[in-house]
C-alpha cells in the first residue's frame, strides 16, 4: 500500500500571493488533516476533511482554507501569503480511529 | 483550548545513558501518541496509549499513559546514536479522531 504523498516538496512564494499545496492519502483512507509545523515547534492541526467536508478547524484564519475530492486526496491553499506563513506544512490521513494517522513527509513552504 | 507541556525541550546525551521526556496537560485526552521525526521528514508514529495508567514497552522504549489520561512520559532505556531525533507527545480530544493536539517536541541528540 502506498503512503501519504505531498507536493511539491518545497516552495517559495512571495508575501502576498496565493498557494496550493497537495496532498494523496493513503489507500482506503477516507480522513485527512492538515498541520503546520513552524521551525523547532511541534505541527498545528489547521483542519481536517471527512468524505469532503470540513470536520474541524484549528485556529487558523479564513485565508486557509481546503478540498478533498471524492478519492480522498486533498488541498490546502492558502491566500494572501505572510512571512510568518513560512513552515512545513504536514498531510495526514486516517481511517478515523485513534492512532491510525500516516504523515506525509510534508511541503517546506517559504514567504520571502 | 487544550495545551500540552513537553519537557525538555533539548536532551544531550552519551551513549548508553537513560532519559525520560514528559508530556502534562490540564486536559483530558481520549488518546495519546508519541511520534518520532526526522528532519525534512514527517512524524513516524511510536505508540498509542488508551487507558489511563497504561503502560507499553516498544523495545528500549516505555511509554506510560496517566491515570487521568492527562500527562505521558517516555523512557528510554541505553540510548543509542540512532534514538537521535525530534520525539513529540500528541493528544486526541475527546472522540474525536485525529485533530490533535501537539507538544512542543523533544530533540534528542545521543553522542557515541
Known amino acids: 500500500e502506498t503512503g501519504v504523498t505531498q507536493s511539491p516538496t518545497h516552495l517559495i512564494k512571495t508575501r502576498g500571493q496565493q498557494v496550493t499545496l497537495r496532498c494523496s492519502s493513503q489507500s482506503g483512507h477516507n480522513t485527512v488533516s492538515w498541520y503546520q509545523q513552524a521551525l523547532g515547534q511541534g505541527p498545528q492541526f489547521i483542519f481536517q476533511y471527512y468524505r469532503e467536508e470540513e470536520n474541524g478547524r484549528g485556529n487558523f484564519p479564513p485565508r486557509f482554507s481546503g478540498l478533498q475530492f471524492p478519492n480522498y486526496s486533498s488541498e490546502l491553499n492558502v491566500n494572501a501569503l505572510e512571512l510568518d506563513d513560512s513552515a512545513l506544512y504536514l498531510c495526514a490521513s486516517s481511517l478515523a480511529k485513534p492512532g491510525a494517522e500516516t504523515f506525509g513527509s510534508g511541503t517546506r513552504l517559504t514567504v520571502v | 483550548t487544550q495545551l500540552l507541556e513537553q519537557s525538555p525541550q533539548f536532551l544531550s546525551i552519551q551513549e548508553g545513558e537513560n532519559l525520560t521526556v514528559y508530556c502534562n496537560s490540564s486536559?483530558?485526552?481520549?488518546?495519546l501518541q508519541w511520534y518520532r521525526q526526522e528532519p525534512g521528514e514527517g512524524p513516524v508514529l511510536l505508540v498509542t496509549?488508551?487507558?489511563?495508567?497504561e503502560v507499553k514497552k516498544l523495545k528500549r522504549l516505555t511509554f506510560q499513559f496517566g491515570d487521568a489520561r492527562k500527562d505521558s512520559s517516555l523512557h528510554i532505556t541505553a540510548a543509542q546514536p540512532g534514538d537521535t531525533g525530534l520525539y513529540l507527545c500528541a493528544g486526541a480530544p475527546g472522540t474525536s479522531y485525529g485533530k490533535l493536539t501537539f507538544g512542543q517536541g523533544t530533540i534528542l541528540t545521543v553522542h557515541p
Open positions: 496509549v488508551v487507558t489511563g495508567g
Open positions: 486536559s483530558v485526552f481520549s488518546s
